[in-house]
Nanobody
Framework: QVQLVESGGGLVQPGGSLRLSCAASGIRFNIYAMGWYRQASGKQRELVAT???????NYGDSVKGRFTISRDNAQNTVYLQMNSLKREDTAVYFC???????????WGVGTLVTVSS
């Protein structure tokens, strides 16, 4: 059974930093790309960042230069380092993996990030 468990969310002031973690189980973690997405209240879910099994990264335009995705295959964990946070980064952040051979899509339950003074 695939499980993705996010942690690290919370309240932070504008300009601050947070580090999110996503612990995966039930998959061969090292062979899959992993992703972070977010959904703000009243908005559609959007891509934040992805990282391939080989470490190639991709970012949404709104977070480029501020967020960094990384992975630790020994710990089956993917991270999202978020710096220079803005109020508009407030959202629930979700971890994602799409597995083969059936292209199954899995999501964690999310972790809330609130950027406010």
């Amino acid at each position: 059974q695939v499980q993705l468990v996010e942690s690290g969310g919370g309240l932070v002031q504008p300009g601050g930093s947070l580090r999110l973690s996503c612990a995966a189980s039930g998959i061969r973690f090292n062979i899959y790309a992993m992703g972070w997405y977010r959904q703000a209240s009243g908005k559609q879910r959007e891509l934040v960042a992805t990282i391939t099994s080989g470490g190639i990264t991709n970012y949404g335009d709104s977070v480029k230069g501020r967020f960094t995705i990384s992975r630790d295959n020994a710990q089956n964990t993917v991270y999202l380092q978020m710096n220079s946070l803005k109020r508009e980064d407030t959202a629930v952040y979700f971890c994602n993996v799409r597995t083969s051979p059936f292209n199954s899509n899995y999501w964690g339950v999310g972790t809330l990030v609130t950027v406010s003074s």
